[in-house]
């Protein structure tokens, strides 16, 4: 047998070999490979004619037998044109489809150079200057034997996983027996040859079009390849090492040395201890094993993780330093979020965790998972400050994708919570320290269809005291509640880039020289806008699933049932709405019809089917209405604006257009705010009235041509579908304008608004017993906090030099206008609750504070 036959029999052998042994993850989508023969139009001139003839070759990083292989038996798994097949380009023979840019020089063994330039790519680059009309098509190829990260005091690591190295033959046989199972393969957007050599001549004319072709190849699969593996890393001991080290913590430690009267070594001890408390420790084992763990969770407690959107983060992760900003509704965030990245691909975030969940042998495990840990508070810990901010500058130098939550902590109210920007505005310092690449935060929505901690989180809104995040959260309250938990969502949002938002604000050139400078106002000002940004693109990746579709509708109604076939037709109507007008590109809305979201929302037994010879009854189950409440106001902000137009056209029976227009103007700042609604003011009447058509196409409002909107006739269905579409918005406008009266009752100058926020507060704790249920959202601080902000920022109230509330006319006119959007005994309610007189005011006030002493005492004992 000659060479070439020997050579053809080997490599099917092998090929046979390794398609038993090694079963490749595809990571993101196969290419679309271009037709072999593209077709010419032939009225071009030859100047812009097109390349006739397109051929496809594969770019491999460094050379590996193994690699080629592997990629010929994927390539033919794909339908694509194989790598191993032989190549023609006009005259041009080659034997493989497949190049190498780290092409070693088989024929000079004695005295190698390190490296060649791969003699078929300068081949390919010849003929194309000889034969104008074509073309080759690079597909850019990365393959993984493993993805752990190299560990510089692991020669064990080294040699059993993937890392920056280029594996030796052994090394390579290893790789394959150890990690055949957990072999990733993905295929990169084609590059035009041709275009690259062009451009290199322009461009770069003292470099040869091969090194630049190599040289911006290689650098491309390096940055997929650090998506993937992430930065190469340092253990534990010699960051901790390095950071102790720099100049910043060396001063910050002196000055405390000063400060509290102690040694420098003392003081060195104390910076050591903190970042014994702060630094993560990354490990590759840890991660495949809550892989595995957490791969039967989904499987046997939920019924699957649904992902959207996360070609998103695919294409923006070798160019940008990822910083994902999720919602916290659960303690499953941390673990979720992890593992679908790291499924997908990506590597694992580095994640900032509550000091609180630093727990023994649990904290390990996280740190070991990525997380790294803050306290809550920096107040007063100036030693502690510095430290934080140069791990996590170190962090961001190394290019390693962050994780943390923008609200801080869980929301008890399944509505996102105000913004902590503490972690944005360090983000944002250490960007400006010192700038690698540029920052990109992802929003990321993650919604539930039940909650493990569901009944803690009603008791905490209802009084009971708070119950510490911790991981032994989880375990007790997985053993309270049954496990039918449904589906969980994960849904990637539009991407915020923090250079656009600097440059917008024109602090694009800031620089920040110290770890203890301060971030001008001007950048601090920036960061609000950022946080307030990835907010809105949180909600607008809202997920309508089919629990949170049935609550929005379900606790609308006055006993919270609803005839099954009104049921079924209201859940289509919001289906329909959705759909005809959506709130956003990225919003997702569940498939099933409303049959089969009932039918769903039987087999989580959220609500039940109560038989009747009329016509069977859907109704809330038995204590879940509080709880239903969570999943409503998770997309209650998608149904508002639709919700305000139903409210206002059904109180006031006919009502036009423009007076419609000018009552949700006055309103929707505070909407917005609360609700973080993605729409600017100046851009809001043709939403407006997209809705408004929207509503009159589905006949829940009519339109009499002469630009009235009037309300169906009543008792009709449509007016029954009205009257549910109109409620949610009720209790936000039934808030306001209690805050409002209080505020106008007591007069000008009379109360501070920390007082109004507590008998806000109190009070809504006693209107919310009015409904049929508690609703603990009815009562959160943060709404009437974010309310009061809203009338400050418009000019409707100030603070005086003694914290006083002042107004003038202006408040007392839009309490006036109460009776546009409220009926008259709401308004009576809402005006007798609030009339104190001083002795009421102080008898409640004196009690809010022994309340809240008695917390206080609670929770130190």
């Given at each position: 047998m000659d060479n070439s036959g020997f050579s053809k029999l080997?490599?099917?052998?092998?090929?046979?070999?390794?398609?038993?042994?090694?079963?490749?993850?595809?990571?993101?989508?196969?290419?679309?490979?271009?037709?072999?023969?593209?077709?010419?139009?032939?009225?071009?001139?030859?100047?812009?004619?097109?390349?006739?003839?397109?051929?496809?070759?594969?770019?491999?990083?460094?050379?590996?037998?193994?690699?080629?292989?592997?990629?010929?038996?994927?390539?033919?798994?794909?339908?694509?044109?194989?790598?191993?097949?032989?190549?023609?380009?006009?005259?041009?023979?080659?034997?493989?489809?497949v190049i190498f840019l780290q092409?070693?020089?088989?024929?000079?063994?004695?005295?190698?150079?390190?490296?060649?330039?791969?003699?078929?790519?300068?081949?390919l680059i010849e003929a194309l200057d000889q034969h104008p009309e074509l073309d080759v098509e690079l597909i850019p190829v990365t393959i993984l034997w493993g993805r752990e990260p190299d560990k510089e005091d692991s020669w064990l690591k080294l040699l059993f996983t993937d890392s920056?190295?280029?594996?030796?033959?052994?090394?390579?046989?290893?790789?394959?027996?150890?990690?055949?199972?957990?072999?990733?393969?993905?295929?990169?957007?084609?590059?035009?040859?041709?275009?690259?050599?062009?451009?290199?001549?322009?461009?770069y004319p003292n470099l040869s079009p091969a090194t630049y072709v190599v040289s911006n190849l290689n650098q491309y699969l390096d940055s997929k390849r650090e998506a993937v593996l992430g930065p190469d890393l340092s253990d534990r001991r010699n960051v901790m090492q390095s950071l102790i080290k720099s100049r910043d913590v060396q001063e910050a430690i002196l000055q405390e040395s000063i400060r509290s009267k102690i040694s420098v070594e003392e003081a060195e001890r104390r910076a050591i201890g903190h970042l014994n408390e702060i630094v993560s420790d990354y490990s590759y084992s840890t991660v495949r094993f809550a892989e595995s763990t957490l791969t039967r969770l989904w499987t046997q407690l939920y019924d699957g993780v649904d992902v959207h959107n996360?070609?998103?983060?695919?294409?923006?992760?070798?160019?940008?330093?990822?910083?994902?900003t999720p919602c916290h509704r659960s303690h499953i965030d941390y673990l979720l979020l992890s593992y679908v990245i790291f499924k997908r691909g990506l590597m694992v975030p580095y994640i900032a965790a509550g000091d609180n969940l630093n727990l023994p042998f649990v904290g390990q495990i996280l740190r070991g998972g990525g997380a790294f840990f803050i306290r809550r508070s920096f107040s007063g810990a100036q030693l502690y400050t510095t430290v934080f901010k140069e791990y996590l500058y170190s962090i961001l130098s190394r290019n390693t994708p962050l994780e943390y939550f923008i609200e801080g902590g869980r929301s008890r109210t399944g509505r996102l919570l105000p913004p902590k920007t503490g972690m944005l505005a360090m983000t944002v310092h250490s960007h400006l320290r010192g700038r690698g690449k540029p920052i990109v935060f992802i929003p990321t929505y993650i919604g539930y269809e039940r909650l493990m901690e569901g009944a803690t989180y009603v008791g905490e809104m209802q009084g009971q005291p708070k119950e510490a995040e911790s991981i032994f959260g989880i375990i007790k309250t997985l053993r309270k509640i049954e496990r039918i938990f449904?589906?969980?969502?994960?849904?990637?949002?539009?991407?915020?880039?923090?250079?656009?938002?600097?440059?917008?604000?024109?602090?694009?050139?800031?620089?920040?020289?110290?770890?203890?400078?301060?971030?001008?106002?001007?950048?601090?000002?920036a960061v609000n806008i950022a946080a307030h940004r990835i907010m809105e693109n949180i909600n607008r990746a809202a997920i309508i699933n089919p629990v949170s579709l049935l609550s929005l509708i379900l606790l609308a109604t006055p006993k919270h049932t609803l005839d099954e076939d009104a049921c079924i037709s209201q859940l289509e109507t919001y289906q329909a709405l959705s759909k005809a007008l959506p709130y956003d590109e990225r919003t997702e809305i569940t498939?099933?019809?409303?049959?089969?979201?009932?039918?769903?929302?039987?087999?989580?037994?959220?609500?039940?089917?109560?038989?009747?010879?009329?016509?069977?009854?859907?109704?809330?189950?038995?204590?879940?209405?509080?709880?239903?409440?969570?999943?409503?106001?998770?997309?209650?902000?998608?149904?508002?604006?639709?919700?305000?137009?139903?409210?206002?056209?059904?109180?006031?029976?006919?009502?036009?257009?423009?007076?419609?227009?000018?009552?949700?103007?006055?309103?929707?700042?505070?909407?917005?705010?609360?609700?973080?609604?993605?729409?600017?003011?100046?851009?809001?009447?043709?939403?407006?009235?997209?809705?408004?058509?929207a509503l009159i196409e589905a006949k829940l409002i009519l339109d009499d041509g002469r630009n009235t909107l009037y309300s169906p006739t009543p008792n009709s269905e449509q007016h029954k579908q009205l009257l549910v579409l109109a409620t949610p918005v009720k209790q936000s406008l039934e808030r306001y304008f209690m805050t409002l009266a209080l505020i106008n009752q007591r007069g000008s100058g009379k109360i501070s608004a920390r007082q109004v926020e507590e008998l806000s507060h109190l009070l809504g704790q006693r209107l919310s017993v009015l409904y049929e249920f508690n609703s603990p959202e009815f009562f959160d601080k943060a709404l009437f906090q974010s309310f009061l902000k809203v009338l400050t920022q418009q000019g409707i109230i100030c603070t005086n030099q003694e914290g006083m509330i002042e107004f003038d006319d202006r408040l007392s006119n839009i309490a006036q206008d109460a009776h546009l959007i409220l009926d008259e005994d709401t308004l009576h309610m809402l005006e007798h609750i609030t009339t104190f007189d001083d002795d009421e005011l102080k008898q409640a006030l004196d009690a809010l504070a022994r309340q809240k002493s008695s917390r206080l005492r609670k929770k130190a004992k």
């Open positions: 080997s490599r099917r052998l092998s090929s046979k070999l390794l398609d038993l042994v090694v079963k490749p993850h595809l990571l993101g989508e196969p290419p679309k490979v271009t037709s072999q023969l593209a077709v010419v139009d032939n009225t071009q001139t030859e100047q812009t004619q097109a390349p006739q003839q397109k051929i496809t070759l594969y770019v491999l990083q460094n050379y590996s037998r193994s690699n080629a292989v592997l990629l010929d038996n994927e390539t033919k798994r794909l339908n694509l044109p194989r790598a191993l097949h032989p190549l023609k380009l006009a005259d041009l023979q080659e034997k493989k489809s092409h070693r020089n088989q024929n000079n063994l004695l005295n190698p150079p390190a490296h060649t330039l791969p003699p078929r790519l300068l081949r920056w190295s280029t594996p030796g033959k052994i090394k390579q046989l290893v790789n394959i027996g150890v990690h055949g199972r957990q072999t990733y393969i993905e295929f990169h957007e084609a590059q035009s040859l041709r275009a690259l050599t062009q451009y290199a001549k322009v461009h996360f070609s998103t983060v695919r294409e923006l992760a070798d160019k940008y330093e990822i910083i994902y449904g589906k969980v969502h994960v849904n990637f949002g539009e991407p915020v880039f923090l250079d656009e938002i600097l440059k917008q604000q024109h602090v694009e050139d800031v620089q920040i020289k110290s770890n203890k400078d301060a971030l001008p106002p001007e950048v601090s000002e498939p099933l019809s409303g049959k089969e979201i009932i039918a769903y929302g039987l087999k989580l037994k959220l609500i039940k089917r109560i038989k009747h010879v009329l016509g069977d009854i859907i109704a809330i189950e038995d204590q879940q209405a509080v709880l239903l409440t969570y999943f409503r106001n998770n997309i209650l902000h998608l149904f508002i604006l639709p919700s305000l137009i139903a409210a206002l056209v059904e109180h006031n029976g006919r009502l036009l257009r423009d007076d419609l227009i000018n009552v949700i103007r006055a309103l929707y700042p505070f909407l917005k705010a609360e609700l973080f609604l993605k729409w600017d003011i100046k851009a809001l009447d043709p939403v407006i009235e997209q809705y408004c058509d």
